[in-house]
């Protein structure tokens, strides 16, 4: 690992701190500190840089929503966390591929992290129900929901932003948009 | 209330919009309607999951920007494992070595065919040993057969060995291998006009491979004098010598010269002979050319080709003097005057032709 990126290494609770107060400089020293771990993992498991990178990101994902929930206990060192998370995804991944020859070449040491796992497992289901419903939906629904569910805008902002002539028009557009979209993320298996 | 209003109140109802009245009235409609309280709770689920996406989201745009910013691939160079310098070489030039190696070697092959190496002794040796190799299940199977019975030759269609034997008395007495007779219940000995007699062994020298046999069968008639002499002196090597044995049911003849003074391993029991011999061989008489038995065929050496062995006849001498005297009704005259020297090579065979026996052996 390169020097200067060893001395720029976020101590463990810097890093808890600083996701839950949203600091982009520690997740970036963080994010940068271990990924030639995790790279190092994967290209000499079969593996290419580009997959190292979705393996780490899921991995950090993992972290960061742990500590942003509250339930992180540091019971081990956050690099062999990081590390065990990357190489139960990877097991994973390399499985599906049935490229595993059941033998995996270690740099950490590491530890059981399946549940943590099967956890984001189950979110990335719903997520990507939800990602393809919202493709499905179709503009200017997509839109408005966003506008009104995630970003929070009110129904006054939304009918300028659209053009309607009212609020209630809004509101009973917002309304059969919200009711197709439960309709296809429900639909789909 | 209709759905759309419903999803209204809701709405209201989550975001905290509601005057204290209403939403008492509203947890109140909550508690009596379990429709609505799952509508509620999904609303609030589903509004959360989406919220939950976009955070996602979010986070996955602020991690790729982060990641943008690494040299991914020095990193890599860095990080993987380098096999050795040998694998890798291998694996950078295997083409280029392939091809020199393939050069090489047909650079070689053609420096030793036009230097004649292909065709040079050594090389046929080895095609020899294999064209041996071939035939050595046959003669495991024999040679299986021997180590229980002794070295007698087997006839290719019935049960029985055989193998060749020559008078030395009028009388009777048979000189043929102890190999050809080893193990045997019962012994025949057939003269060329196919006609059987019975025999018995009257005396053998196992290791000098020497057995004597005497024609006991009743029907038996004198043979009449014997035309060859056994040489006691040794022959010299070169000298030209002859055989005429039954490897076949038919007599055999084939000549050669004396190779070797010793045999298998300097064995002076033997001489080695350039006569080809074959199974059915064995007791046949080595004549030379002037009509004296210099030795009786033996065998050969399975893993060298034209090596072949002749007990050497002053064995057989010393075996006949050796001979009990109780087991004779007579003393053995042997016959000391040659009646083939003066003849041709094909009036000497065709006289031979009467004291040279096919023996069958039974077991």
Same mark, same amino acid.
Request: charged fraction near 25%; proline fraction near 2%.
């Given at each position: 690992?390169?020097?200067?990126?060893?001395?720029?290494?976020?101590?463990?609770?810097?890093?808890?701190?600083?996701?839950?107060?949203?600091?982009?400089?520690?997740?970036?020293?963080?994010?940068?500190?271990?990924?030639?771990?995790?790279?190092?993992?994967?290209?000499?498991?079969?593996?290419?840089?580009?997959?190292?990178?979705?393996?780490?990101?899921?991995?950090?994902?993992?972290?960061?929503?742990?500590?942003?929930?509250?339930?992180?206990?540091?019971?081990?060192?956050?690099?062999?966390?990081?590390?065990?998370?990357?190489?139960?995804?990877?097991?994973?991944?390399?499985?599906?591929?049935?490229?595993?020859?059941?033998?995996?070449?270690?740099?950490?040491?590491?530890?059981?992290?399946?549940?943590?796992?099967?956890?984001?497992?189950?979110?990335?289901?719903?997520?990507?129900?939800?990602?393809?419903?919202?493709?499905?939906?179709?503009?200017?629904?997509?839109?408005?929901?966003?506008?009104?569910?995630?970003?929070?805008?009110?129904?006054?902002?939304?009918?300028?932003?659209?053009?309607?002539?009212?609020?209630?028009?809004?509101?009973?557009?917002?309304?059969?948009?919200?009711?197709?979209?439960?309709?296809?993320?429900?639909?789909?298996? | 209330?209709?759905?759309?209003?419903?999803?209204?109140?809701?709405?209201?109802?989550?975001?905290?919009?509601?005057?204290?009245?209403?939403?008492?009235?509203?947890?109140?409609?909550?508690?009596?309607?379990?429709?609505?309280?799952?509508?509620?709770?999904?609303?609030?689920?589903?509004?959360?999951?989406? $919220?939950?996406?976009?955070?996602?989201?979010?986070?996955?745009?602020?991690?790729?920007?982060?990641?943008?910013?690494?040299?991914?691939?020095?990193?890599?160079?860095?990080?993987?494992?380098?096999?050795?310098?040998?694998?890798? #070489?291998?694996?950078?030039?295997?083409?280029?070595?392939?091809?020199?190696?393939?050069?090489?070697?047909?650079?070689?092959?053609?420096?030793?065919?036009?230097?004649?190496?292909?065709?040079?002794?050594?090389?046929?040796?080895?095609?020899?040993?294999?064209?041996?190799?071939? #035939?050595?299940?046959?003669?495991?199977?024999?040679?299986? $057969?021997?180590?229980?019975?002794?070295?007698?030759?087997?006839?290719?269609?019935?049960?029985?060995?055989?193998?060749?034997?020559?008078?030395?008395?009028?009388?009777?007495?048979?000189?043929?291998?102890?190999?050809?007779?080893?193990?045997?219940?019962?012994?025949?000995?057939?003269?060329?006009?196919?006609?059987?007699?019975?025999? $018995?062994?009257?005396?053998?020298?196992?290791?000098?491979?020497?057995?004597?046999?005497?024609?006991?069968?009743?029907?038996?008639?004198?043979?009449?004098?014997?035309?060859?002499t056994i040489k006691k002196a040794e022959s010299d090597l070169a000298e030209s010598v002859y055989t005429y044995g039954y490897p076949q049911d038919a007599p055999h003849f084939?000549?050669?010269?004396?190779?070797?003074a010793v045999g298998l391993n300097g064995d002076s029991l033997d001489y080695q002979i350039s006569i080809a011999i074959n199974p059915g061989n064995s007791g046949s008489p080595?004549?030379?050319?002037?009509?004296?038995?210099?030795?009786i065929i033996q065998g050969k050496q399975t893993q060298l080709e034209g090596v072949h062995f002749a007990v050497k006849s002053s064995y057989l001498l010393s075996a006949i003097?050796?001979?009990?005297?109780?087991?004779?009704?007579?003393?053995?005259?042997?016959?000391?005057?040659?009646? #083939?020297?003066?003849?041709?090579?094909?009036?000497?065979?065709?006289?031979?032709?009467?004291?040279?026996?096919?023996? $069958?052996?039974?077991?």
């Amino acid at each position: 690992m390169n020097k200067e990126l060893k001395d720029s290494i976020p101590t463990d609770s810097e890093v808890i701190l600083g996701i839950l107060n949203n600091s982009e400089s520690v997740l970036k020293r963080m994010y940068v500190a271990y990924f030639p771990m995790v790279l190092q993992l994967i290209i000499n498991n079969n593996g290419t840089a580009d997959d190292a990178k979705d393996i780490y990101q899921e991995a950090v994902i993992i972290l960061y929503n742990k500590i942003k929930a509250g339930d992180f206990e540091l019971s081990s060192k956050l690099k062999t966390f990081i590390y065990s998370i990357c190489r139960r995804l990877w097991l994973k991944r390399l499985s599906h591929m049935s490229r595993f020859g059941g033998d995996i070449r270690d740099f950490q040491e590491h530890m059981h992290v399946e549940d943590e796992v099967e956890k984001q497992n189950d979110m990335d289901i719903q997520f990507s129900k939800m990602e393809s419903a919202l493709q499905l939906l179709g503009e200017p629904c997509k839109t408005i929901m966003e506008d009104f569910y995630i970003h929070n805008l009110s129904m006054q902002d939304i009918c300028e932003r659209f053009g309607y002539t009212n609020a209630d028009n809004a509101k009973t557009q917002k309304y059969k948009c919200l009711q197709r979209l439960k309709k296809l993320f429900f639909q789909q298996k | 209330m209709n759905e759309y209003k419903l999803q209204e109140e809701i709405e209201r109802y989550l975001n905290g919009e509601m005057s204290p009245e209403e939403l008492i009235q509203f947890e109140l409609l909550r508690k009596e309607s379990t429709a609505i309280d799952t509508k509620v709770n999904e609303h609030q689920d589903f509004t959360k999951l989406l $919220k939950q996406y976009s955070d996602r989201l979010a986070l996955e745009n602020r991690l790729n920007a982060i990641h943008d910013e690494i040299d991914v691939h020095t990193l890599a160079d860095e990080l993987m494992v380098h096999p050795s310098w040998v694998v890798q #070489l291998w694996r950078n030039h295997h083409s280029k070595i392939s091809v020199a190696a393939s050069i090489a070697i047909f650079a070689i092959l053609s420096v030793m065919f036009l230097t004649g190496k292909m065709t040079s002794q050594d090389s046929q040796y080895i095609q020899l040993r294999q064209e041996v190799g071939n #035939l050595k299940n046959k003669t495991d199977k024999i040679n299986q $057969k021997l180590t229980q019975n002794g070295r007698a030759e087997r006839s290719v269609n019935t049960e029985r060995f055989r193998g060749t034997g020559f008078a030395i008395t009028s009388n009777g007495l048979i000189a043929t291998n102890y190999h050809v007779i080893n193990g045997a219940d019962s012994v025949y000995v057939q003269n060329a006009a196919g006609k059987s007699f019975k025999a $018995k062994v009257l005396y053998t020298e196992p290791q000098n491979d020497i057995a004597i046999l005497k024609i006991v069968d009743t029907s038996f008639r004198n043979l009449g004098t014997i035309p060859y002499t056994i040489k006691k002196a040794e022959s010299d090597l070169a000298e030209s010598v002859y055989t005429y044995g039954y490897p076949q049911d038919a007599p055999h003849f084939d000549e050669g010269r004396v190779t070797s003074a010793v045999g298998l391993n300097g064995d002076s029991l033997d001489y080695q002979i350039s006569i080809a011999i074959n199974p059915g061989n064995s007791g046949s008489p080595l004549m030379d050319s002037r009509g004296n038995v210099v030795g009786i065929i033996q065998g050969k050496q399975t893993q060298l080709e034209g090596v072949h062995f002749a007990v050497k006849s002053s064995y057989l001498l010393s075996a006949i003097h050796n001979i009990p005297s109780d087991s004779l009704t007579r003393k053995i005259n042997l016959n000391t005057k040659n009646t #083939l020297a003066g003849l041709t090579r094909v009036q000497q065979v065709k006289k031979l032709n009467n004291y040279v026996f096919i023996v $069958k052996v039974y077991q």
